[in-house]
């Protein structure tokens, strides 16, 4: 008898009188001590099956039209809320996707992990603070004994969802949900919470339910897989079956997707566009009454980089390292100190009001396209406040001109200038950050994590575009990403950063075949299936 058995299941969404079918008749099962994945895009309905397990949507808004949901052969599907409880956070758990909008901002550590404990089990609060320690050291958080009155703002990406962890096994669960456990993570801390979760399944002989879009995850952690778009599961079966011999066109669509080739190499040398020589950026510490500066964090540490005309300059490494702060530094947008040129002239001493006209030709695409974006103005409106600003098409008609073609270039038909960024994806509301930053005609781009968070097709239709309009506007890029597989796919030259400084840099293949530094390679090895990395490995 299988640990989970989900039968025919429907979800239905009721938004403004509109209904939509999330879920269609999906149906799978999963064994004690299994890992079984659900991959998709987004929208295909993974977490909607994964939250309609442990019955988590909201009241009201959702209906179920078919299914039934076996846990151990009991049905758990429509019964009392009661009922539900004791087998909710207790026998199955979950890990959400963003811990740090799932973990309470106003409680700390200890008292989140030991809800948990003291509402399922019983126990008092001495023992309770006991087992949350065992837990943390579980999860190997560091100095677990100092965290336990911190909160969840004062511990990085990492120690949050070994936090989320850690409350998630509070019970010994038999069932644990991991929905999209590492998005947006380093490399290495991906690599650390993957073998967690991996040998925390083997010692508790618990089933697990991943579910992501990264299949390069998947190839690592999975026995079975069940691909799903459009709310249906279209293709399932082990992994390993369904990867070498896919059956079905999405399936083949999906692992086509995947980036593995590198940069194409470029022609000739160009111009220089930009060039900084021992560039430092340093961020008081300051303690006590009076704010006295009592040292440094040396978040870029004499870092010396040049970009050409048509050329992309990758930039690597963990959370902190610095790829942020030095294209910040480059773009004039935060105080540093050292040489930087601009199009061979001097521009670092440059007052604010000689910087604003070069605004235009060095423009970045942010991170987190949907907190860059202003919520109340039109796509229309935010691509046209740049225009306004720099003067460019002295009247409305010449403007919409400008936005209509930006758009079309981006591929996001122009007619939906008048819509607001929610009413777009992901993948859609980063084409509009690039199409804001191109209607200008910048020289220079500095592209921050472009792609993290996103679908694996879309990043690479990301890819493909920024591709696209630096070959045809000759554009000079700082492409900064802790996915090395994007950065491979997109970089002519890398820089490898550690602590603020750099530690290695090269072209791709030299990076990648031949790693010199034991940091670079502590990177590959995380990124990349170890079985494909071995012979780089050996030889470095």
């Given at each position: 008898m299988s640990l989970l058995e989900v039968r025919d299941l429907s979800v239905t969404f009721r938004i403004n009188e509109q209904e939509i079918k999330a879920v269609k008749n999906v149906s799978f099962s999963i064994n004690r001590g299994e890992t079984f994945a659900l991959v998709g895009e987004s929208g295909a309905g993974k977490s909607a099956t994964a939250l309609s397990i442990m019955q988590l949507h909201p009241g009201g808004r959702v209906v179920y039209p078919s299914g039934s949901i076996l846990f151990e052969g009991s049905q758990i599907m429509r019964v009392q809320e009661e009922a539900l409880q004791k087998v909710r956070g207790n026998r199955i758990a979950m890990i959400f996707q963003e811990p740090m909008t799932s973990l309470n901002p106003l409680h700390s550590v200890e008292r989140q992990i030991s809800e948990g404990l003291m509402l399922h089990q019983g126990m008092s609060r001495e023992n309770a603070h006991r087992r949350v320690l065992e837990l943390l050291d579980l999860v190997r958080l560091p100095e677990a004994a100092q965290r336990l009155d911190a909160y969840p703002h004062q511990l990085s990406g990492g120690q949050r969802q070994r936090v989320m962890i850690a409350m998630a096994l509070a019970n010994n669960p038999d069932l644990l949900i991991a929905d999209e456990p590492t998005t947006a993570v380093d490399v290495t801390i991906q690599a650390g919470i993957l073998e967690l979760l991996k040998r925390l399944k083997e010692e508790m002989n618990m089933a697990l339910l991943l579910i992501t879009h990264d299949l390069t995850?998947?190839?690592?952690?999975?026995?079975?897989?069940?691909?799903?778009?459009?709310?249906?599961?279209?293709?399932?079966?082990?992994?390993?079956?369904?990867?070498?011999?896919?059956?079905?066109?999405?399936?083949?669509?999906?692992?086509?997707?995947?980036?593995?080739?590198?940069?194409?190499?470029?022609?000739?040398?160009?111009?220089?566009?930009?060039?900084?020589?021992?560039?430092?950026?340093?961020?008081?510490?300051?303690?006590?009454?009076?704010?006295?500066?009592?040292?440094?964090?040396?978040?870029?540490?004499?870092?010396?980089?040049?970009?050409?005309?048509?050329?992309?300059?990758?930039?690597?490494?963990?959370?902190?390292?610095?790829?942020?702060?030095?294209?910040?530094?480059?773009?004039?947008?935060?105080?540093?100190?050292?040489?930087?040129?601009?199009?061979?002239?001097?521009?670092?001493?440059?007052?604010?009001?000689?910087?604003?006209?070069?605004?235009?030709?060095?423009?970045?695409?942010?991170?987190?396209?949907?907190?860059?974006?202003?919520?109340?103005?039109?796509?229309?409106?935010?691509?046209?406040?740049?225009?306004?600003?720099?003067?460019?098409?002295?009247?409305?008609?010449?403007?919409?001109?400008?936005?209509?073609?930006?758009?079309?270039?981006?591929?996001?038909?122009?007619?939906?200038?008048?819509?607001?960024?929610?009413?777009?994806?992901?993948?859609?509301?980063?084409?509009?950050?690039?199409?804001?930053?191109?209607?200008?005609?910048?020289?220079?781009?500095?592209?921050?994590?472009?792609?993290?968070?996103?679908?694996?097709?879309?990043?690479?239709?990301?890819?493909?575009?920024?591709?696209?309009?630096?070959?045809?506007?000759?554009?000079?890029?700082?492409?900064?990403?802790?996915?090395?597989?994007?950065?491979?796919?997109?970089?002519?030259?890398?820089?490898?950063?550690?602590?603020?400084?750099?530690?290695?840099?090269?072209?791709?293949?030299?990076?990648?075949?031949?790693?010199?530094?034991?940091?670079?390679?502590?990177?590959?090895?995380?990124?990349?299936?170890?079985e494909s990395q071995e012979g780089t490995l050996n030889g470095s």
């Open positions: 995850i998947v190839r690592k952690m999975v026995d079975r897989v069940a691909v799903m778009k459009d709310g249906e599961i279209v293709e399932t079966g082990a992994m390993k079956k369904v990867f070498k011999s896919p059956r079905h066109k999405y399936t083949k669509y999906l692992l086509a997707s995947e980036l593995n080739e590198f940069a194409v190499k470029r022609s000739g040398e160009g111009n220089v566009v930009i060039d900084t020589r021992d560039l430092k950026v340093f961020f008081p510490i300051q303690k006590g009454v009076f704010r006295t500066t009592r040292g440094y964090v040396k978040a870029v540490n004499g870092v010396s980089v040049s970009i050409e005309k048509g050329e992309t300059v990758g930039v690597v490494g963990e959370s902190g390292s610095g790829k942020t702060t030095l294209g910040l530094a480059l773009l004039r947008l935060i105080a540093s100190r050292g040489s930087i040129r601009y199009m061979g002239k001097e521009i670092q001493s440059l007052k604010s009001r000689y910087i604003r006209p070069l605004r235009k030709e060095m423009q970045i695409v942010f991170q987190d396209p949907f907190g860059s974006l202003n919520p109340r103005f039109t796509i229309g409106q935010i691509i046209e406040e740049g225009l306004k600003v720099h003067g460019i098409g002295h009247t409305k008609k010449e403007r919409e001109h400008l936005i209509s073609g930006v758009l079309e270039e981006v591929e996001i038909d122009p007619s939906s200038r008048n819509r607001y960024p929610h009413e777009f994806s992901g993948g859609q509301r980063q084409r509009i950050s690039i199409a804001r930053a191109l209607v200008l005609k910048p020289r220079f781009l500095v592209l921050d994590e472009p792609t993290s968070s996103i679908d694996m097709s879309v990043q690479t239709q990301i890819i493909n575009l920024l591709k696209d309009l630096q070959r045809k506007y000759d554009l000079a890029y700082l492409f900064i990403s802790h996915d090395l597989r994007v950065v491979r796919a997109m970089s002519h030259d890398i820089l490898v950063m550690k602590d603020g400084r750099i530690v290695e840099q090269g072209p791709p293949e030299n990076i990648f075949d031949h790693p010199k530094n034991r940091y670079t390679i502590s990177l590959i090895k995380a990124a990349f299936d170890l």
